[in-house]
């Protein structure tokens, strides 16, 4: 089994203002980015009506547990 490898997320749904600060929270324990060795993520990155793409290098089995765990908690869908 593959200890860590490069991935992506598209995130879907609408992300309530209450709980952005959490969802940044999640992102910076994944070390995702915008694109693969590029932008760190910023509320500027996310237009409505778009899906979000999300990069990482080297992540533990190329799963974003923590992003993946904020949207089942806040039921956005989103896939890997």
């Not at 999640?26 to 509320?43: I, K, M, N, P, T």
């Not at 996310?46 to 949207?71: H, K, N, T, Y």
């Amino acid at each position: 089994m593959i200890s860590s490898a490069s991935a992506t997320i598209r995130i879907g749904g609408q992300l309530p203002a209450a709980v952005l600060s959490a969802f940044e929270t999640a992102v910076a324990s994944d070390r995702a980015r915008l694109d693969w060795d590029g932008e760190h993520f910023s509320e500027e990155a996310m237009r409505a009506g778009q899906p979000l793409d999300l990069f990482a290098r080297e992540v533990p089995g190329g799963r974003f547990d923590a992003i993946e765990s904020f949207c089942v908690a806040h039921t956005l869908p989103f896939a890997r």
